[in-house]
Structures are given as structure tokens and as C-alpha cells.
């Protein structure tokens, strides 16, 4: 089945519109501590259980006094208070960082603009209100207030939030399970299985990388059944031309091919099928067909197994200094290297070489209505995540 054989090909979009419809969503959850939670995605809508602060805080550095002391201050009739290194008396200031508790008794922060300190005494030339500069209890957050809504993917910031508002661990999702099966001579699949596994694991997968099998039939069934217990199997090769065109037909046995190729290119062996509900995505051996097919489609899949989105691919916008040439009908994915605000095109036929994937910098996705752009125009290079 060579890539050009493939007549029954299916647009991008509705191939990851099949995906939607043979990948489940997640239902088993585990409860973590808020330490091994970054990067999983949060299964319950998470809610405030105690109140930021939980007393009063200072919002500037200076002073804390009790604001009553400090009604006379004025640059000529500087108010003087003694230092002090506790609560504060009436006659007294009590030096504070921005954010921490306020000091018992004290009512204000008379911030550092308008004090001095000289032996021991501290003056005070801006009278202050009660309550000023400081945050009362609960002025940031209320105990019941919405923080971060279910299917988020939990990021340092959200997780410092949610340990703010009392919480310790969370209920998340489990990480959906990949079968990652490379299928052909270890030469040529075994560095695309363990880079696919790679991708995996960062896309929030917990990826089963296997040793590679023979491009035949009777190699390949046992190893697409011992992996069905997996949320979702990854071929990698053995969709492509020859005698290692194997894994389509063996899907066809033992379930239901439903993408009989993509058009998208390179990655246009990519085919999509269910084996007894597990769903099977089975893309190129080659290189850079198989980071396109990766991209494109695994990454979709484990967003929706995992029950939340990735972070966007980073994106820079330059202009091109040759010309990219598509063919229309395909979504064409065109590697270029970034030099400041200039894209260069790179070997677009070579999907087979490492060398190609080191030297470049990311991929224009050329739309299928197009012929391609010409050497001047303004393209978005999606950056790679390798």
C-alpha cells in the first residue's frame, strides 16, 4: 500500500472528527497531592475550602501602626513612634514585608515613602486610614469561590492556588495508557517508537513502548491483542508500501479500519481503526511522517483520552525566503529553519532523513486549497516539540 495507492483518503479534519468518535473519554480518577499534580488534568471542578489570606496581610512595605496614631503626620510634624520588633502599641511602629500576616493591634502599613528611621525611633510623615495597605481576610479568595474548573490541565501557578485556598490534593484524571507497537526492521522503526513514546509521555500519556516486530501478519496480531487492555494503541511503520503494508489488513481481521489513509503529506499511510473498542492509530515508520501523523493525530487523541486540552503549539510568524510548493487536496506539512524574522524552506521531499527534523526549526502547514505560498509571503511555523 504505497502512499500513492491510497485512493480512499480522508481529510484531516474529518479523520480527527473519527478520532472524536472511537476515542473514550476518561472516567477512572485518582486522588494526588498537589506535589505530583502538575500536568494532570484536574477530573472534579475544584473549589475554595479556606479563605486568601486567612488573616490580615500587608500589601506594601513599611510600617504597621495603629492608623489612629498617625491622623497629625505631615512632612513638617512628623508623627515619632519607637521600633518594634512584635504587635505594635499605640505609640509604636512595627517594620513589615509586602504580603506577610499583619501584626496583632496594628490596623495600617504605613509604607516606606513616608518614614524614617533613626535610632530606634521611626517617623511617620503620611497620616494612613484603618485598613490601609492591607488585605483583609478572604479579600482575595472566599471559602466556596470556583478556582479551576474540571478538565484543566494543572499548571505550578493553578497548583499554588489551589494549596492557597486550602486545598492538598486533587482528584484527576488517570493518564491514558499507549500501546506504542513499532512494526518493521529494528533499523528503521526503533527510533521513531521510542521518539513516539517520547511525545506521548510529554502529551500526558503513560506510553507501553514495545520492541519491534516483524512486518507480517502472524508478528502483528499477537502484538496489536496483548495491547488491547491499553487505552489507545500507536502503530509505528508497517503501513507503507511493499510486503510491510501489514497493519491495515491485520485491523481489518481482528476489527474495523475506519481511515484508509489521510491527505496529508508526508503521513498520508495513516490509518485509523478500532480492535475490539481499543482504537488503533497506525502511522508511517518514515521520520518526519511519523512526527506529522504524531501531531496531528496522536496529540488529539490523548487530549481527548486524557480529558483535557494541551498547551497550544508554539507558533512564530516569518517570511518565507524560497518558495513552498503543496499539492492541493492535502494539508502539506513543509519544514523550514528560523533565522530572526525569515523562514527557509528544508528538503520537503526528504521525510526519510533525522538529519532534515535536526537541522529544521518547525513546519508550515500548507492548507489544502492552496498550491503552496511563494518566496516573500508571510507563513506561521508551528515550532516543533522535540
Wanted: aromatic share 2%.
Amino acid at each position: 500500500m504505497h502512499d500513492s495507492a491510497i485512493k480512499r483518503v480522508t481529510s484531516l479534519a474529518d479523520a480527527r472528527r473519527a478520532l472524536t468518535d472511537i476515542v473514550p473519554a476518561p472516567t477512572e480518577t485518582a486522588t494526588l497531592p498537589l506535589a505530583r499534580a502538575d500536568g494532570r488534568v484536574l477530573a472534579r471542578d475544584a473549589h475554595a475550602s479556606d479563605p486568601a489570606p486567612p488573616e490580615p496581610r500587608t500589601t506594601a512595605a513599611g510600617v504597621a501602626v495603629h492608623a489612629s496614631a498617625t491622623l497629625d503626620a505631615g512632612e513638617r510634624t512628623p508623627v515619632r513612634l519607637r521600633e518594634s520588633a512584635g504587635p505594635p502599641d499605640e505609640d509604636e511602629a512595627t517594620p513589615v514585608s509586602a504580603g506577610e500576616p499583619l501584626p496583632d493591634g496594628a490596623t495600617a502599613v504605613v509604607p516606606n515613602g513616608a518614614v524614617e528611621t533613626a535610632g530606634g525611633e521611626i517617623s511617620v510623615t503620611t497620616p494612613v486610614a484603618e485598613g490601609q495597605n492591607v488585605a483583609d481576610v478572604g479579600s482575595d479568595i472566599e471559602p466556596g469561590d470556583p478556582l479551576v474548573p474540571a478538565g484543566t490541565r494543572l499548571t505550578p501557578a493553578l497548583l499554588g492556588t489551589l494549596a492557597t485556598a486550602g486545598h492538598g490534593n486533587v482528584a484527576c484524571y488517570v493518564e491514558p495508557t499507549v500501546g506504542v507497537v513499532p512494526v518493521g526492521r529494528p533499523e528503521r522503526v526503533t527510533a521513531t517508537g521510542r521518539t513516539l513514546a517520547g511525545l506521548v509521555a510529554r502529551w500526558g500519556g503513560h506510553p507501553e513502548a514495545r520492541d519491534p516486530v516483524e512486518p507480517e501478519s502472524h508478528a502483528v496480531r499477537p502484538a496489536l491483542q496483548r495491547d488491547l487492555t491499553r487505552d489507545v494503541i500507536v502503530t509505528v511503520g508497517g503501513t507503507e508500501a511493499g510486503d510491510e503494508s501489514v497493519v491495515p489488513g491485520v485491523v481489518d481481521t481482528l476489527g474495523e479500519r475506519l481511515v484508509h489513509g489521510v491527505a496529508m503529506a508526508p503521513g498520508r499511510a495513516t490509518t485509523l481503526g478500532v480492535v475490539e473498542e481499543t482504537p488503533v492509530v497506525s502511522i508511517p515508520g518514515t521520520v518526519v511522517g511519523s512526527l506529522v501523523a504524531a501531531t496531528q493525530l496522536v496529540r488529539p487523541a490523548l487530549e481527548q483520552a486524557g480529558g483535557g486540552t494541551l498547551s497550544p503549539i508554539p507558533t512564530t510568524e516569518a517570511q518565507l525566503t524560497g518558495k513552498l510548493a503543496s499539492v492541493p487536496g492535502e494539508r502539506t506539512f513543509a519544514r523550514v529553519t528560523l533565522d530572526d524574522e525569515t523562514a527557509t524552506p528544508v528538503a520537503t521531499g526528504a521525510a526519510t532523513r533525522w538529519s532534515t527534523v535536526a537541522s529544521a526549526d518547525g513546519w508550515v502547514a500548507v492548507p489544502e486549497a492552496s498550491e503552496g505560498y511563494d518566496a516573500g509571503e508571510s507563513v506561521t511555523v508551528e515550532r516543533w516539540e522535540l
